[in-house]
């Protein structure tokens, strides 16, 4: 599922990345960090008030997503263009809506296995992570539009290898996210370097999912033509 070298490539890339795309990077990064900032600030301020802090908590939570899926979108263009060269024009003509779509039924599929219990709930979860990569990356996808069945389908026989990488991945972004706070940081700059390194390691991070992706995805078609070959043999 995936390799060593994997790992040396997923870092090339993310350069290549941020190389490619600095401006929208570095803005992603200051917005991101600044609503963390604001809304923590936030928080405190109401913690004591009647309304409590769950406004704050809100809007973080909002601002979160809305940032993710700009990471998203900037990660599927620079995917794609490993391909193709692509204007931001064709991009979001071309891959706004089935992002849209398709992380919505992801999110129901999740929500759905959540109710029978949390565990099966983080198992897909983790197992739909590839949705974004199955849009900009794999070239069935426009004759079978199912992200959602392709992840499963891609998934099957290693969900658990799958889930124990996706739940080691969030715990160290966790550890960037939460360390200024559990060494008691105050330090502005302090605070933005360790903002930074969960920054870089997120990008990190999604390269690498999208290397495992490549690795699934290959395996998948090596076993279709196996099967394909044993037919035409009978």
Not at 26 to 47: D, H, I, K, R, T
Not at 99 to 105: K, P
Request: with cysteine; aromatic share 16%.
């Amino acid at each position: 599922m995936i390799k060593a070298q994997d790992f040396n490539r997923a870092g090339l890339l993310t350069v290549q990345w941020i190389r490619e795309l600095p401006i929208l990077l570095g803005v992603l990064f200051l917005l991101n960090f600044a609503s963390g900032q604001y809304f923590e600030y936030l928080g405190q301020e109401l913690n004591s008030s009647e309304l409590g802090p769950w406004p704050a908590q809100i809007g973080e939570f909002l601002a979160g997503l809305i940032l993710g899926f700009a990471l998203l979108m900037i990660g599927g263009f620079f995917l794609v263009g490993l391909r193709r060269k692509m204007t931001w024009g064709e991009f979001f003509k071309r891959f706004t809506a089935p992002l849209t779509a398709e992380s919505l039924r992801a999110i129901t599929q999740i929500l759905l296995w959540s109710l029978v219990f949390v565990i099966p709930g983080v198992i897909m979860y983790c197992r739909l992570n590839f949705v974004p990569f199955v849009i900009f990356c794999d070239p069935d996808y426009e004759q079978h539009p199912d992200a959602v069945g392709r992840c499963k389908q891609l998934t099957k026989k290693c969900w658990f290898r799958v889930t124990l990488l996706i739940l080691v991945f969030s715990i160290f972004d966790a550890v960037f996210e939460l360390a200024p706070n559990l060494l008691r940081v105050e330090n502005l700059f302090a605070r933005g370097f360790f903002s930074l390194c969960s920054f870089v390691f997120s990008l990190f991070a999604f390269v690498l999912l999208y290397m495992i992706f490549e690795n699934l995805r290959k395996v998948q078609e090596a076993h279709s033509s196996e099967r394909t070959n044993i037919q035409e043999q009978k």
